[in-house]
């Protein structure tokens, strides 16, 4: 279970580039306020070819842009376009129990964080 002690420090993410590529991001003709996350991968010179683009699955860690706080949790930056498709409701969610973080207990517990947005409800059949 999470626990309040602030003596515990929080645990070190990775963040920052990763070698041989870049983080780009790619706007749909259809939808310009979209940001598709990419990654550049560069070849050998030898190969004499552009980089490759590929899906990004890294999320914000790797943008240098992006400062990542564990403490804050991660921006919730598509808020907004989930409320206007509809069909979701924000909740409270129930209390943190033993159960959820593996029932452990004493040096395994985690620390309980502060950021935590409300989450969505799951959909319901025929919904999703």
Do not use: F
């Not at 209390?95 to 964080?113: C, E, F, M, T």
């Amino acid at each position: 279970m999470n626990i309040h002690d602030r003596t515990i420090a929080p645990p070190k993410v990775t963040t920052g580039p990763l070698p041989s590529s870049r983080k780009a991001y790619a706007k749909p003709e259809t939808a310009l306020e979209l940001r598709v996350p990419v990654r550049e991968i560069m070849l050998t010179e030898a190969a004499a070819e552009p980089p490759v683009p590929v899906y990004d699955t890294t999320g914000p860690y790797t943008d240098p842009a992006v400062a990542i706080d564990v403490e804050k949790g991660l921006a919730r930056t598509r808020t907004e376009w989930v409320r206007e498709r509809g069909g979701v409701e924000e909740y409270q969610g129930r209390p943190i129990q033993p159960v959820d973080n593996g029932n452990v207990s004493g040096k395994h517990l985690a620390r309980n964080y502060c950021a935590r947005p409300p989450p969505y409800p799951p959909p319901q059949a025929g919904e999703g």
